[in-house]
């Protein structure tokens, strides 16, 4: 297998042409981004007819072909799907708020519904209580109970909030939305917005302050702001990432969801959006017609001439889910909502007047769950069956892929590295795709034939664990797939075997060792480790006074801190093991605490609140103060923690 230099011509050319536009990035931003988007598009159409017209297998019996032209045209209908994203990708809004609100807006009625069903007391009470810290004059919070459940009713008179509860409600929590809506409405004054909040989603106090001026737009409906979350996901907790990868949902949020909003095709995502209330009598209220109320809601909307709009500051907290089951049952339903919405008329080809832009984007998001998911196991399957049945699905030289395959691959990771912020990195990309593969395509499947009739399922939040679980019913197929694939690799080393040497060998024994490599990290995150922490921990920095019980007073800095204790860094020895005390904050918080362990870089302590003490600590924790981002993405340090984790 050789290779001359001019096999290395178009990738070189269109890696170069892409770097040197990002060299006028600061001066010209918007046009670099069209076209480095522009270039990728092209290179993606460019690949797909030379696969097409070249490097589609011959000589292969029926079912061999069948199999090869299926694979490829789940392939195209993957980079449609990638294509359009960097489509939208080509510009970004960078939207702010006005400098300077209006004060009929600043003071106008503003009702906050948070919806729950089966969340535990900590979850609730935290919301409530970030709710009620929101800075705004004329402010009601209502708790919606679609569990009627006695003790939820009791929080709510405790913390003197407004309770509506329903039993066993229809339609879910756009149904629950709908009722508090009619008791908002026929209680007291008349709310001008609604802010939606998950049960689990803290606001920040200002997030008012940062939305209302938005609305001095008539025609401006909903204004979404981004999900961030207080815990690790799945992938982050079970592979010791969650300090150097972000959780899935920031390349969405802080990425995808701007883009999009530049060219007016943003949508409502369920929580931590401010609602105006017209326009949700002009709908009728929320959308209830599939199991994505939220993103079916703006297209609701759209029909009577309110937009949507994103504006892209961290506003509010929440949890993500904390279990693999979870995680992907909460994509499922995103998954069959998309599916479902394509049988109601606001699909992309129905009659409901929702506009060209809205149209690409729900076709783009029914595009997304229908192809990405089976071209993900197709691609990991596709080499195995070319070890055990010499069925090919592409035949090609090394020299033609490295002609046509590497520039658009080269080019459409340099542009998502570069515009999401190293947010897309392909392996944890490729990881995160798998794991929700199986489960997409009989979502997919099932939800074509059948699009109705499927219960409404809430994703689990607030769950702690002691001790690893292994969720082996999706551990075993990558394991399976992992393990024939080194079969067959092995099997065809011999120069005996009818692929050995022939054009696909080089590039299906390349494909099997990457393809093992992501089933290998799949596998690892289907080991789930334990969070034995019910309260997760902010980082800090910040000083503080260690009061102890016999009147001495301690200097420390907090390194960190949660609703249930701190880690303090102090003199090493000034505590004994007996001592007990409290720690008095900067904003006169006093929290008493026992001492849990000492450490050379500090003391462990965990706190004994009082149900007062504990609010005032929670209206600090989550209101705007503190936030656990992973700030930047390093290269270097997620593949060196990837490493380290699968070698323990």
């Not at 092209?42 to 490097?55: D, I, N, P």
């Not at 089976?374 to 030289?397: E, G, R």
Request: proline letters at 4%; aromatic letters at 12%; hydrophobic letters at 45%.
């Amino acid at each position: 297998m050789s290779l001359d230099i001019g096999s290395f011509g178009p990738l070189f050319l269109s890696v170069g042409v892409a770097a040197l536009l990002v060299q006028f990035e600061t001066r010209l931003a918007g046009v670099v981004r069209a076209l480095f988007s522009a270039l990728c598009i092209a290179l993606a159409a460019r690949y797909v007819w030379w696969r097409f017209e070249y490097s589609m297998p011959v000589n292969q019996d029926v079912f061999q072909q069948t199999w090869a032209w299926l694979f490829f045209a789940f392939e195209t209908m993957s980079i449609c799907s990638s294509m359009s994203v960097i489509l939208f990708m080509s510009r970004r809004s960078g939207r702010t708020p006005p400098t300077k609100t209006s004060p009929l807006l600043a003071a106008t009625p503003v009702d906050v519904f948070i919806t729950t069903y089966n969340e535990p007391y900590n979850i609730l009470e935290r919301t409530i209580v970030g709710a009620k810290a929101i800075d705004h004059p004329d402010l009601r919070v209502w708790i919606l109970d679609d569990g009627a459940r006695d003790w939820v009713e009791q929080l709510a008179e405790d913390l003197g909030i407004h309770y509506a509860r329903r039993v066993k409600g229809a339609q879910a929590k756009a149904g629950n939305i709908n009722n508090g809506l009619q008791h908002a409405l026929s209680t007291g004054r008349r709310p001008e917005f609604v802010l939606v909040l998950d049960a689990d989603f803290v606001p920040y106090r200002h997030i008012l302050k940062r939305t209302l001026g938005l609305f001095a737009e008539p025609d401006i409906g909903i204004v979404q702001t981004p999900q961030h979350f207080v815990n690790p996901d799945p992938i982050q907790n079970n592979l010791a990432m969650t300090r150097v990868w972000p959780d899935e949902q920031r390349f969405f949020f802080n990425t995808l969801l701007d883009s999009k909003d530049a060219w007016g095709a943003a949508f409502c995502c369920g929580t931590s959006a401010v609602f105006r209330v017209d326009a949700l009598v002009a709908a009728g209220g929320m959308a209830t017609e599939t199991v994505t109320e939220d993103m079916l809601t703006s297209f609701k909307f759209g029909e009577h001439g309110f937009r949507t709009i994103f504006l892209n500051e961290m506003l509010s907290m929440g949890l993500a889910p904390e279990g693999l089951s979870s995680y992907i049952s909460q994509r499922s339903r995103w998954c069959l909502g998309a599916i479902q919405q394509m049988y109601t008329r606001w699909s992309f080809a129905g009659p409901a007047k929702i506009g060209l832009i809205n149209r690409i984007s729900s076709f783009d998001g029914a595009l997304y769950w229908i192809s990405n998911a089976p071209f993900k196991l197709l691609m990991i399957t596709a080499p195995l069956v070319y070890w055990w049945t010499q069925t090919a699905v592409i035949s090609s030289t090394a020299a033609g892929m490295l002609c046509y395959l590497a520039p658009y691959v080269v080019c459409s990771t340099f542009f998502m590295a570069f515009y999401a912020r190293k947010r897309i990195v392909p392996i944890m990309t490729d990881v995160t795709q798998l794991l929700m593969s199986f489960s997409m395509v009989a979502t997919v499947a099932i939800a074509l034939v059948k699009p109705w009739g499927h219960p409404f399922k809430v994703t689990a939040k607030g769950i702690s664990a002691d001790r690893v679980v292994i969720q082996w019913r999706y551990l075993l197929p990558f394991a399976a797939i992992a393990l024939t694939t080194m079969l067959g690799i092995a099997r065809n080393t011999a120069q005996f075997s009818p692929v050995y040497g022939t054009d696909g060998y080089a590039l299906n024994v390349f494909w099997s060792i990457f393809n093992i490599a992501i089933l290998v990290i799949a596998c690892a995150v289907c080991v789930e480790v334990p969070r034995r922490r019910v309260e997760e921990r902010f980082n800090s920095g910040e000083h503080a006074t260690v009061h102890l019980a016999n009147g001495t007073q301690v200097p420390c800095v907090l390194r960190d801190i949660s609703l249930g204790g701190a880690h303090l860094m102090m003199d090493f020895g000034r505590l004994r093991a007996d001592d007990q005390g409290s720690l008095l904050l900067s904003n006169g918080i006093e929290a008493p605490f026992t001492q849990v362990r000492q450490s050379q870089d500090g003391v462990a302590v965990k706190f004994n609140l009082d149900r007062q003490t504990r609010r005032h600590l929670i209206a600090l924790l989550f209101t705007g103060g503190y936030a656990n981002e992973v700030p930047q993405v390093r290269l270097r340090h997620l593949f060196a923690t990837l490493f380290k984790r699968l070698a323990a």
